[in-house]
């Protein structure tokens, strides 16, 4: 297959300096992509490979030689002489207050990668005291910015609530939620452009919603379930996947993915499926591809049901 | 854009409100009525989004009309704006002052923040809570909510900027017009008037209650709301107001604020018309020699910002007048405003000519009415006069002055999120670089200042850059305004020329009353430092400061005497950034929680400082050097001090000693000037 070639303006080429090690990139190479280059590993929560970084999160902080504040990889660009250091003290101190300010106010459970990070620098999530019991529904969303009721310190703050289930086909666990942006940037104007979630409230209280936090069946959203694909912390997921975890079911390990071309339309998406027991348990398409970028509409994300509907006497 | 909408229809009463701000609808696609021409084309789309920074001020319209935002009102200013709903919804929901759920018309803003709590703000609380329930809650006992017209609600509010007559409460009153009343300071017969009576009676036309001359329409009407004593005049605030010595004070309580003559009269307008005489590049040479640096926090050559900006090829350039003086403990951009707003008006041309701007955008404060009104008359006024507009004075120089009113955020006074603010969307810090020089509001290279420091560029002119620079010290030029409160004698706005000592200033407020001494002077308010009573020798001077490891940050100097709480005072401190986080990044969002839990645990005495300090220690560091902007990086600053500098808790004095190196540098950028303008120094 041929790769269409862009014809970007060449780039010049800028020597910078990463933990010591000098490396020449292309102007406007941002730290993480040089790092990647380079083979260190930084950890991210809310980079999205498909999206404008939102540098939210904070976990992927490196030191910027004489710079006052550490600097987010994810979006800061490389500049000739610059020097820095992505293991230092500094920026493991950042890293494991990150994670562990996150991990003692959110369900970090179905979020890969945190045990890792937790281990390798040492985050204890628990440190803060036992975690406050969660907001009944529909309370976090009713708060007024800029107000809140001060407890007693004894218990840690989080933003646990039940999970919102109002559509048959994927679920808003914000239990998980550690406001990375991405869905509403999918949601939005760098992707799907249909704006059915925006970030409501102010600090502690901010959270994901749609215009009065109405039910997704009374929103804008279209069930593109592009949101889905870019959440990394499993806030939103598929029903399929909600419930075989909430049964105990759901087994990665015993996922196969298959990677074809959706039927429904001549676009060409290419869809992955995720089998588990010969059951088709998620889609999503590969972020590299270059018709959807990851990027798919309702039918070819949702509209699978008919591929195992094998009659009566096969159904379990 | 294929938006897709509640259809709640809104009320006559909230359409007319969002129509006076927008001018009415032309066509079925921009939620007029459908006509038959607008089944065969499509209007609206670009048009109406390009008008997207009107998303604030038609939210404003509707909340002072009707006292909130229905579902129907919200669905009506989308639809004029093409404007999905949940991002008006997000828009709405990040501000204080809006309301998304039905609520009296009358809200009571009580300030609880430092200066007013170390006042007497406890008492007024209680008694509010007595008469109206708990904050939020509440109609008025003897008005029930089946006449929500009737009824008040109340909320506790961060420092409204009214500190030198702590204890402060601020009642707005939703209807046409809008009516305010200010009780500062507040007893509790004051109080009670600001909770009770009804909507006012006599509704008149705004800004006409001063009987002369119709004056141009306002926001607030003129009249405060029935039954409460009026405000007294802005010159106030000002102890030694008429004082000779004064430069940018000079005619506060000598001119009417509401007079384009008097400013005239009193030498307003020489300076506009000796910058025509020397041309943008001759301002901009004053402006660089005077050595002229911030005055909002950051203290970054205002010369540097404007040649930078003005030499930008890309064009339309903004100016944008910082006037969301929210820091606790600062109220010297509000006693400029309604005592000489004029003066505001013509240094904010002066800024737009030297820069090569056609427009300025002046963001003020929500909690200000006073102010809004002054500078909307003296707006119109200048623009009737031709000192606004096209050809001003005769020149060909063309500017004119937006004003942009904030709903109670402070983070909106950072000088990115000011441009999020304005744009209608979220408030919230945007990460540097590119700097507001290169890309600021709507992307175009903008020049933010603070209302203090551009008041400073016409006595520059005046003098000329190198006199001016000759007041003060040689690394801080001319004369500086310091915000007191809290334990003296005098509180009040207090002009010195940089060199002055933090004695000086103190004693020229009178020293504290007999029988007290200082425990401790918070320096640059709630993003600022302590400093104990036996530091009054530090020169309140830029590089002073920073060498005692405090800041002068936006002239706040907040007197705790021997009676303070002051752990009470630090909980306050923790409060306000929990509320005015804007929640984008892990470490303040989170970090402002986890630092204020553990205050109360320390309060509480169910913890000890063994355990908590290393605890605060170690989010605060990491707040400090992660956070995106200069509110989460100094969040820590005040809590640290008073742990390190002021000996609470009594750790041993072995602990790691005095406050951090960076202290002044991050300190800096929480105020509204801030974090790029630091980091670009660097």
């Not at chain 2, 854009?1 to 009415?24: I, K, N, S």
């Not at chain 2, 405060?224 to 004593?229: A, D, E, I, K, W």
């Not at chain 2, 090569?356 to 102010?371: N, V």
């Amino acid at each position: 297959m041929t790769e269409p070639v862009l014809l970007a303006p060449p780039r010049r080429l800028i020597d910078a300096t990463i933990d010591g090690e000098p490396v020449r990139v292309p102007e406007g190479t941002t730290v993480l992509e040089a790092c990647a280059g380079a083979g260190t590993e930084i950890p991210t929560l809310c980079y999205g490979d498909t999206l404008t970084p939102r540098n939210a999160c904070r976990v992927c902080v490196v030191e910027v030689e004489g710079a006052r504040t550490l600097a987010p990889a994810c979006s800061r660009k490389l500049e000739p002489g610059m020097s820095v250091a992505t293991d230092s003290e500094r920026v493991r101190h950042s890293r494991r207050m990150v994670l562990e300010l996150l991990g003692s106010s959110v369900d970090l459970s179905t979020t890969p990668g945190v045990a890792e990070w937790n281990e390798r620098y040492g985050a204890d999530p628990d440190r803060f005291g036992p975690r406050a019991e969660p907001a009944a529904l529909g309370v976090r969303d009713a708060r007024r910015a800029g107000e809140h009721e001060p407890g007693d310190g004894t218990e840690a703050e989080t933003v646990e609530q039940p999970a919102k289930v109002d559509n048959d086909l994927y679920v808003r666990d914000y239990s998980k939620c550690i406001m990375c942006y991405k869905c509403v940037d999918a949601c939005g104007d760098q992707w799907q452009n249909t704006f059915a979630i925006g970030v409501a409230g102010r600090g502690f209280d901010a959270r994901i919603s749609t215009e009065h936090d109405v039910s997704l069946p009374d929103s804008a959203c279209v069930y593109c379930g592009n949101c889905v694909e870019v959440c990394p912390t499993g806030a939103l997921s598929f029903a399929t996947e909600f419930e075989m975890r909430r049964e105990g079911t759901w087994d990665e390990g015993r996922q196969t993915e298959t990677t074809t071309v959706c039927t429904y339309c001549g676009v060409g998406c290419n869809l992955t499926l995720h089998v588990q027991d010969n059951r088709i348990v998620k889609v999503t398409s590969p972020h590299d591809n270059p018709v959807t970028h990851g990027n798919l509409c309702i039918k070819g994300r949702f509209g699978f049901q008919h591929v195992q509907r094998r009659g009566e006497g096969e159904r379990r | 854009m294929d938006l897709r909408f509640l259809d709640e229809a809104p009320t006559a009463v909230e359409r007319d409100a969002v129509d006076a701000v927008l001018g009415p609808p032309e066509s079925g696609w921009d939620g007029g009525i459908r006509q038959d021409a607008d089944l065969r084309y499509a209007r609206g789309g670009h048009a109406s989004r390009e008008r997207r920074d009107l998303l604030l001020p038609a939210l404003h319209a509707v909340n002072d009309r009707v006292g909130w935002i229905s579902r129907g009102a919200l669905d009506y200013v989308c639809r004029r704006l093409t404007v999905p709903p949940a991002e008006a919804y997000a828009v709405a929901s990040f501000y204080a002052m809006f309301a998304l759920h039905e609520r009296p018309r009358r809200v009571v803003h009580l300030c609880t923040d430092i200066a007013c709590a170390a006042a007497g703000s406890g008492a007024l609380r209680d008694r509010l809570a007595a008469r109206l329930g708990p904050p939020g809650g509440g109609h008025g006992p003897s008005r029930g909510a089946e006449a929500p017209d009737a009824a008040v609600t109340w909320h506790e509010s961060p420092c409204l900027g009214l500190c030198e007559r702590a204890p402060a409460a601020l009642a707005l009153q939703a209807g046409d017009p809008a009516r305010y009343a200010v009780a500062a300071p507040a007893v509790a017969e004051d109080v009670d008037a600001l909770t009770g009576g009804g909507p006012g009676t006599a509704p008149g036309p705004a800004g006409s209650g001063n009987g002369h001359h119709p004056g141009p329409r306002t926001t607030y009407a003129s009249a405060p709301l029935p039954g409460n004593r009026p405000e007294p005049a802005p010159a106030s605030a000002v102890p030694d107001a008429g004082s000779p010595d004064h430069v940018l004070l000079r005619r506060i309580g000598r001119v009417d604020p509401l007079s384009l003559d008097d400013y005239r009269a009193a030498g307003g307008y020489a300076a506009l018309r000796e910058a025509l005489r020397i041309g943008p590049a001759g301002v901009l040479r004053e402006v660089n020699e005077s050595g002229l640096v911030g005055r909002g926090g950051a203290a970054f050559p205002t010369g540097r910002k404007w040649s930078a900006t003005a030499q930008q090829p890309d064009t339309p350039h903004y100016l944008v007048c910082n006037a969301d003086e929210s820091e606790p403990g600062t109220f010297k951009d509000r006693v400029l405003m309604e005592g000489d707003p004029f003066s505001l008006v013509e240094a904010m041309t002066i800024a737009g000519f030297a820069i090569g701007a056609r427009t300025g955008y002046l963001y003020i404060r929500g909690e200000y009415p006073r102010a809004l009104r002054h500078l909307e008359n003296a707006l119109a006024l200048a623009r009737e006069r031709g000192l606004l507009g096209t050809g001003i004075m005769g020149s060909g120089l063309d500017f004119d002055i937006e004003i942009r009113r904030g709903a109670g955020a402070y983070i909106c006074g950072e000088e990115t999120a000011i441009f999020g603010s304005i744009e209608g969307q979220r408030g919230e810090p945007r990460t540097k670089p590119p700097f507001p020089v290169e890309k600021g509001l709507f992307g175009k290279p903008t020049v933010v200042n603070n209302v203090e420091t551009l008041v400073n560029v016409l006595p520059i002119l005046l003098m000329g850059g190198p006199a001016y620079a000759s007041v003060g010290t040689r690394d801080s030029t001319g004369p500086k305004l310091f915000c007191l409160s809290g334990g003296v004698r005098r509180p009040g706005l207090y002009e010195l020329p940089f060199g002055a000592t933090l004695r000086d200033l103190v004693e020229a407020a009178g020293g504290v009353p007999g029988g007290r001494s200082i425990r401790a002077v918070l320096l640059g308010g709630a993003a600022g430092t302590f400093v104990r009573g036996d530091e009054l020798d530090i020169p309140l001077t830029f590089e002073g400061a920073r060498a005692a490891g405090a800041s002068l940050g936006s002239g706040v100097v907040l007197v705790l005497d021997d009676t303070a709480d002051l752990l009470a005072t630090l909980v306050r401190v923790a409060a306000f950034f929990r509320d005015e986080s804007c929640g984008q990044c892990v470490p303040c969002r989170v970090g402002t929680v986890r630092q204020e839990e553990a205050l109360l645990r320390l309060r509480s005495g169910a913890s000890s400082p063994d355990r908590e300090l290393p605890l605060l220690r170690e989010v605060g560091r990491a707040m400090r050097d992660a956070s995106i902007c200069g509110l989460g990086q100094t969040a820590w600053n005040a809590v640290e001090s008073a742990i390190d500098r002021l000996g609470l808790f009594a750790e041993p004095p072995s602990a790691p000693g005095g406050p951090r190196a960076t202290v002044e540098d991050t300190h800096q950028t929480a105020a509204p000037e801030s974090g790029a303008a630091t980091e670009e120094a660097s």
